[in-house]
Each structure stands twice: as structure tokens, then as C-alpha cells.
């Protein structure tokens, strides 16, 4: 179930995936709401076009408070998460 704001900040994030093409979960680690799979995932950062947002963009069921912020490459690699959407990118590329 996606809600309309969480559709309007998919296609603004879209939008933006040019500049910022590195996408982050960002999970609820305090509240009632908050789910064990859904912390697991927390800080988690793939591309933009990685199948991983087909399935788990947020919100992912019902209270789940998730959200996704997005990075430049160079921000990406500035805060050290460059390998782990890249590894993950390059598996799908298959070479
Ligand atoms: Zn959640």
C-alpha cells in the first residue's frame, strides 16, 4: 500500500534520481510502529532503479513510518556507503 504523499515523494525522488541517484532506507528505530524486518533494512542504500524499491519502497504495511532519502554519488562516497549499493548495482549487471 503506498499512501499519496509517500507517490508524490517516489516521483519527486524520480525525478531527482539524476543528481541524486543513490537511495537510503531510512527505518523508524523507536516507536511503537517500528518493525524488526524494516530496522534490518535501515540505512540500507541501493540506486534508484535497483527491482529493491519495486518491493520495498515505504510504506511497507500499515503504521510502517519508513522513508527513503536520497544522495549524489560523491555524497554517497563521502558518508562511505559507495560499496554497498555499487556491489549490489554490478551483481545486477552481470558483467
Ligand atoms: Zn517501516
Known amino acids: 500500500m503506498r499512501t499519496a504523499y509517500m507517490q508524490?515523494?517516489?516521483?519527486?525522488?524520480?525525478?531527482g534520481a539524476e543528481l541524486?541517484?543513490?537511495?537510503?532506507?531510512?527505518?523508524?528505530?523507536?516507536?511503537?510502529?517500528?518493525?524488526?524486518e524494516h530496522i534490518a533494512l535501515h540505512g540500507k542504500a541501493y540506486r534508484?532503479?535497483?527491482?529493491?524499491w519495486d518491493t520495498c519502497y515505504p510504506p511497507n504495511g500499515w503504521g510502517c513510518q519508513c522513508y527513503v532519502t536520497t544522495k549524489s554519488e560523491a555524497g554517497a562516497?563521502?558518508?562511505?556507503?559507495?560499496?554497498?549499493?555499487?556491489?549490489?548495482?554490478?551483481?545486477?549487471?552481470?558483467?
Open 8 to 15: 508524490a515523494q517516489y516521483r519527486k525522488q524520480l525525478q
Open 20 to 36: 541524486r541517484p543513490i537511495w537510503m532506507y531510512q527505518s523508524q528505530l523507536a516507536g511503537k510502529n517500528r518493525r524488526r
Open 48 to 52: 534508484y532503479d535497483d527491482p529493491f
Open 77 to 95: 562516497e563521502r558518508d562511505g556507503i559507495k560499496e554497498s549499493w555499487r556491489f549490489h548495482y554490478g551483481s545486477l549487471a552481470g558483467n
